[in-house]
């Protein structure tokens, strides 16, 4: 069982949609999780970056974070074309420890 | 912009030489990480710098190795380029502080052929 999985996608919705993207992990000692997004061809940027379990909104985004069922959520409410990207989601132990990222799941948004 | 740059942006070696891939950190981050992305799949943990000694590395064989400097610019070094080190390969600065997050490069895509 790798460390961290992820929807496998690839996920195609119509504009406006609601997306959900999910992951789930084994290791119960994380505590810091993060949701990256990847344009092709760039760097990861940090869309949202949470501590232990509960939920943060940015704009059209919300982080939910289960530590109880292992499992994290992204939402983007009013999905947009430039939303179409690779979601990474990533956690790690400590705030100094090494980032683990998912395998990713590529998102299309259609106009 | 993250404020990290890396150099060069592309690459194409031939299996068997050396490499070495540069990264200019966030102004004042003291910490520097690489992690290299195959196609398809997430990235994954090199090595971690802070304050110019490696304070944890993944599970990458000792051919890749790297420095970092004073001005808080790091390198990271493959000796022995196999076709599989082909791969995006990202650094990301941050400060070794509670609540502070990493800020990844664009990368460089290297090519092993």
């Known amino acids: 069982q790798k460390e961290v999985e992820q929807d496998p996608g690839p996920l195609s919705v119509p504009e406006g949609a609601i997306v959900s993207l999910n992951c789930t992990y084994s290791?119960?000692?994380?505590?810091?999780f993060m949701w990256y997004r990847q344009y092709s061809r760039k760097g990861p940027e940090l869309l949202m970056y949470?501590?232990?379990?509960g939920n943060k909104e940015d704009g059209r985004f919300t982080a939910q974070v289960d530590k109880s069922s292992k499992y994290i959520s992204l939402f983007i409410r009013d999905s947009q074309p430039s939303d179409s990207a690779t979601y990474l989601c990533?956690?790690?132990?400590?705030?100094?420890?090494?980032?683990?990222f998912g395998p990713g799941t590529s998102l299309s948004v259609i106009p | 912009e993250t404020g990290v740059t890396q150099s060069p942006t592309h690459l194409i070696k031939t299996r068997g030489q050396q490499v070495t891939l540069r990264c200019s950190s966030q102004?004042?981050?003291?910490?520097v990480s690489w992690y290299q992305q195959a196609l398809g799949q997430g990235p994954q943990f090199i090595f971690q710098?802070?304050?110019?000694?490696?304070?944890g590395r993944g599970n990458f064989p000792p051919r890749f190795s790297g420095l970092q400097f004073p001005n808080y610019s790091s390198e990271l070094n493959v000796n022995a380029l196999e076709l599989d080190d082909s791969a995006l390969y990202l650094c990301?600065?941050?400060?070794?502080?509670?609540?502070?997050?990493?800020?990844f490069g664009q990368g460089t895509r290297l090519t092993v052929v």
């Open positions: 990301a600065s941050s400060l070794a502080s509670p609540g502070t997050e990493a800020f």
């Open positions: 290791n119960s000692a994380f505590q810091y």
């Open positions: 949470t501590y232990s379990s």
């Open positions: 990533a956690m790690k132990m400590t705030s100094y420890d090494k980032v683990i």
């Open positions: 102004s004042g981050h003291n910490t």
């Open positions: 710098y802070y304050r110019e000694e490696e304070n």
